[in-house]
Every structure is written in structure tokens, then in C-alpha cells.
């Protein structure tokens, strides 16, 4: 059973920092596409970032140059590097996961986490 557990969430002022980890389990797929979405409160939810079983790896507009996705592909883990956080980033994230060897697309998600909360204050 793929599974999915979500880490590194919490309240940051703007400007600051945080790294979330994503420990994936429960599958032995050598091609995969991982990454994070997020869904703020009244909104829908947006793809954030991806990374391919080859490291390709793909931004949304709005945190490009600020967030890194990195993954450690020993220990099975995806990281999300937000730097110089703002309000607007402001949501509940999710990791997730495609195992089809597919365009690596967030929409194409068939697993994900139980998501972790980030609020940035003003």
C-alpha cells in the first residue's frame, strides 16, 4: 500500500523559511513523478512543484526562483525548500505521487498525503 507522510509544516513570518519532507512508502515503481500541490481556503487547489524519477523538475509561476524540490531517492524522500515566504502561500499542502510513468503532472496524482498546514503572517 503506497503511502505517503507529510513533515516540516508550521507558521513562519514573511520573509522566512521552511522545508517540507515527504516520506514515501509502499512501492517499488522505478519511474515516478512526486511533488506538491496546495489548496488554500476558499480556493482551489494549484499544483506547486514536481520532480520526475529522472530529476526533471517543474515550478508553478508563483513560487518559481523562491521554492526548491529536491528528492533523496535512497531514503524514498521528496523535500520542498520555501524560501522568502509570503502570506499568499498561505495553505494546506500535499505530497503526491504518480506511479503510471507519465508526464509528470500534478493532476496525474493518484496518491497523496493527509496534507500539512503552512501559514505565513504578515
Known amino acids: 500500500q503506497v503511502q505517503l507522510v507529510e513533515s516540516g509544516g508550521g507558521s513562519v513570518q514573511a520573509g522566512g523559511s521552511l522545508r517540507l519532507s515527504c516520506a514515501a512508502s509502499?512501492?517499488?515503481?522505478?519511474?515516478?513523478?512526486m511533488g506538491w500541490f496546495r489548496q488554500a481556503p476558499g480556493k482551489e487547489r494549484e499544483g506547486v512543484a514536481t520532480?520526475?524519477?529522472?530529476?526533471?523538475?517543474s515550478y508553478t509561476a508563483l513560487v518559481k526562483g523562491r521554492f526548491t524540490i529536491s528528492k533523496d531517492a535512497a531514503k524514498n524522500t521528496v523535500f520542498l525548500q520555501m524560501n522568502s515566504l509570503a502570506p499568499e502561500d498561505t495553505a494546506m499542502y500535499y505530497c503526491g505521487a504518480d506511479l503510471q510513468g507519465g508526464y509528470c503532472w500534478w493532476p496525474n496524482f493518484g496518491y497523496w498525503g493527509q496534507g500539512i498546514q503552512v501559514t505565513v503572517s504578515s
Open positions: 509502499g512501492y517499488t515503481s522505478s519511474s515516478y513523478c
Open positions: 520532480i520526475a524519477s529522472d530529476g526533471t523538475t
